[in-house]
């Protein structure tokens, strides 16, 4: 049996002292996220994904962003216990495709990077990860660069 997820998410920017992450990565960058966690949209969208895949609902339900256990926290520890679940119900991740779609800053030198995180973290061979990213060709929130937006589609297969 194979089961798809797809999830998107979306963070202000904002300059606000706290660090860009992306992906697992500190990116050099005017501008933080602005979320409860640490504000890794790609991880976020990749959670939900895989939620989404078994049908366990979305990243709020899980993660609520009233909980203040969940306040800073690095969004790879969402992923590791989001993947327990996958792996306790027999499922594993046959691939994943996800997109960010970002003004600046440019994300070339930092692609590799993220796909061998997630890579590490969804206990996958590299080459079944696929990140790319755009930009919004300055139209919208995102085009201004007062937000970052990112998609996942996730493949799983049973065990």
Excluded: W
Excluded at 75 to 82: A, F, R
Excluded at 92 to 118: C, F, G, Q, T
Aim: charged share 30%.
């Amino acid at each position: 049996m194979i089961r798809i997820g797809h999830a998107r998410d979306i963070h202000r920017l904002e300059e606000n002292n706290r660090p860009f992450v992306l992906g697992g990565i500190k990116i050099p960058f005017e501008k933080g996220n602005v979320s409860h966690s640490d504000g890794d949209c790609l991880y976020h969208a990749l959670a939900e994904s895989l939620m989404g895949a078994l049908a366990l609902g979305d990243l709020g339900k899980m993660f609520p962003d009233n909980d203040d256990r969940f306040l800073n926290m690095d969004s790879s520890i969402i992923v590791k216990k989001v993947m327990n679940i996958v792996r306790n119900k027999g499922y594993h991740v046959m691939n994943i495709d996800a997109s960010i779609v970002l003004e600046k800053p440019k994300l070339k030198d930092y692609i590799d990077d993220m796909r061998k995180n997630i890579a590490i973290l969804l206990d996958v061979d590299i080459s079944r990860v696929s990140v790319k990213a755009q930009t919004n060709e300055k139209v919208g929130e995102i085009g201004k660069n007062e937000a970052i937006e990112c998609f996942s589609t996730v493949l799983l297969g049973r065990d």
